[in-house]
Nanobody, 122 residues
Framework: QLQLAESGGGLVQPGGSLRLSCAAS????????IGWFRQAPGKEREGVLC????????YYKDSVKGRFTIFRDNAKNTVYLQMNSLQPEATAVYYC???????????????WGQGTQVTVSS
């Protein structure tokens, strides 16, 4: 069974950092692009950034450039989202998704995790 599982969410103060993990089972991630999406309360799910098979980060939100980074650990079959200088507007459920090309559209991705809550608050 092909699955993705996010972890690492939690409560963090403004200006703090979190690292989210996206672990795969049943398939290897290095053949896929991995996108990170988020959904804030009362809002639609939005694409944030994506890592290509060649490990290039593609950003879909200008607000996270320079603060959010995706990187892979192929030995662990895991992709990470490093989030620095977090602000309250980053509060959302974060999802990772696997596909074959990067896009900010959820329709481009075949496999999804269950999501992990990130709350930025003092």
């Amino acid at each position: 069974q092909l699955q993705l599982a996010e972890s690492g969410g939690g409560l963090v103060q403004p200006g703090g950092s979190l690292r989210l993990s996206c672990a795969a089972s049943g398939f290897t991630l290095d053949s896929y692009v991995i996108g990170w999406f988020r959904q804030a309360p009362g809002k639609e799910r939005e694409g944030v950034l994506c890592i290509t098979q060649s490990n290039t980060n593609r950003y879909y939100k200008d607000s996270v450039k320079g603060r959010f980074t995706i990187f892979r650990d192929n030995a662990k079959n895991t992709v990470y989202l490093q989030m620095n200088s977090l602000q309250p507007e980053a509060t959302a459920v974060y999802y990772c998704a696997a596909g074959f090309y990067c896009s900010d559209s959820s329709r481009a991705y075949s496999y999804w995790g269950q999501g992990t809550q990130v709350t930025v608050s003092s």
